[in-house]
């Protein structure tokens, strides 16, 4: 499996980016899938995460201002970050999670890159 990020970059506060994560194989064949971010010497945390049958959960920090979403035809899930903040720079990980029996299995891309400015 693999999960290839795009869409970071450099934009001011209160700008906007939209995070693409593309998958290798259908991501119906996942549970679910996420996005986590980690900050410069923080531990990686969730961002948002959405399910086979498309709901949603967001972290606290980013309601009201991210939206993930997916693209059941091309395999992609998307992260739409408004109002963006500086406290919301570090690197965004994109993540599918199978369930088999009781174990779980995440799989990770290689993450991007979003640094906000003041």
């Known amino acids: 499996v693999q999960l290839v990020e795009s869409g970071g970059g450099l934009v001011q506060a209160g700008g906007s980016l939209r995070l693409s994560c593309a998958a290798s194989e259908s991501i119906f064949s996942f549970n679910d899938m996420g996005w986590y971010r980690q900050a410069p010497g923080k531990q990686r945390e969730l961002v948002a995460r959405i399910t086979s049958s498309g709901s949603t959960n967001h972290a606290d920090s980013v309601k009201g201002r991210f939206t993930i979403s997916r693209d059941n035809a091309n395999d992609r899930v998307y992260l739409q970050m408004n109002s963006l903040k500086p406290e919301d720079t570090a690197v965004y990980y994109c993540?599918?999670?199978?369930?088999?029996?009781?174990?779980?299995?995440?799989?990770w891309g290689q993450g991007t890159q979003v640094t906000v400015s003041s």
């Open positions: 993540n599918a999670r199978k369930w088999v029996v009781a174990s779980s299995f995440d799989y």
